[in-house]
């Protein structure tokens, strides 16, 4: 399958994306490129981090690299360390996704990812529409399946709002009273008060001034847990003093990656609109399980001022 760029564009903002991984390359608003990472289809080949990309079947970790379901325990490839990471050796971002319909403001892509993929059950079709509006770049995606498995999108991008240098001077607030403690980049399973920790991110922090305790790089690569409110909602506030973006979306959780081992440490920060990590080995997070009949639905929205 070919892969391109396509350009989405508004008075506001213009977009650049690749259906190699379904991947935002570029975000330009007040001439500013606001995203770190590859901006060539060459580049897109040899990154290692995931920038821009559509993440899956699992976004995030599942601790040892194996789930069980239904009663069946399932294997997968440990990729990062002894976990199994974004879907595996050949996840959603490394495939290309097919082109359903193209416009100045809307890019429709599509994949289908086999029943024994990276050794997950079930074959998943999975559609993703990317939209500008004014300010606003929408990501909606939906997805079924013929037989239980597991699913958990998000799209991986790194924002650098000032489009050079680290994101130290960037300001991150994130609407969330509670967070994922973990150990070794796995939660623990509880879920916990972020008052009084260096988590607490509900008033802005500067980046640079601030390390999350069980970070293994420094900075943060932790998981937020999102008001339980229907709809899409307001999950993250991020601003260098010129510019700002809002990140809304309906998901449970929010990953915050300070981008510590990109090859620019810090030139850029994730904030991943998703489910809780290794969700299938803590039955009291939100579940991750599709089963047929039923539609997954996630929205993400990224805004700026």
């Known amino acids: 399958m070919n892969t391109d760029i396509y350009t989405l564009a508004t008075p506001e903002i213009k977009v650049r994306i690749t259906n190699a991984g379904a ?16 901006k060539t289809l060459e580049d897109v080949a ?16 599942i601790a040892g690299g194996s789930f069980e379901l239904d009663g069946k325990e399932y294997t997968l490839a440990v990729n990062n360390g002894p976990n199994h990471l974004h879907g595996g050796l050949t996840g959603f971002s490394d495939m290309p996704w097919m082109v359903e319909e193209v416009s100045e403001t809307r890019l429709a892509l599509s994949l289908v990812s086999p029943d024994g993929q990276e050794n ?28 239980p498995t597991l699913l958990n999108l998000t799209n991986h991008a790194y924002w650098n709002l000032s489009g050079a240098g680290t994101v130290d001077a960037h300001c991150l607030q994130v609407n969330a009273s509670a967070y994922t403690p973990m150990v070794a980049n796995i939660p623990t399973g509880v879920i916990a008060p972020v008052e009084g920790t260096l988590y607490d991110l509900r008033r ?23 008001p339980a409110v229907a709809g899409v909602k307001l999950a993250a506030v991020l601003t260098n003093g010129l510019r ?33 990590p290794d969700s299938p080995h803590h039955p009291h997070f939100p579940s991750i399980v599709l089963r047929p009949g039923e539609t997954y639905s996630r929205t993400i929205a990224w805004e700026m001022d």
Do not use: H, W
Request: net charge negative; hydrophobic share 35%; charged share 20%.
């Open 23 to 38: 991947r935002v390359l570029s975000f330009e608003y007040q001439g500013t490129d606001c995203l770190y990472g590859p």
């Open 46 to 61: 040899a990154d290692t981090c995931y920038c821009g990309s559509i993440c899956g079947r699992v976004a995030n970790r």
């Open 120 to 147: 997950y059950p079930g074959e998943v079709k999975v559609r993703a529409v990317y939209s500008v509006e004014g300010r606003r770049l929408i990501l909606e995606m939906q997805a079924c399946t013929d037989a």
């Open 204 to 226: 802005p922090v500067a980046l640079g001034e601030r390390n999350a305790p069980d970070a293994i790089a420094g900075g943060y690569d932790d998981n937020y847990v999102l």
């Open 244 to 276: 700002t973006l809002r990140v809304l979306t309906d998901a449970p959780g929010l990953q915050v990656y300070t981008g510590d081992y990109l090859p620019l440490k810090r030139g850029g920060v994730a904030l991943e609109a998703q489910n809780y």
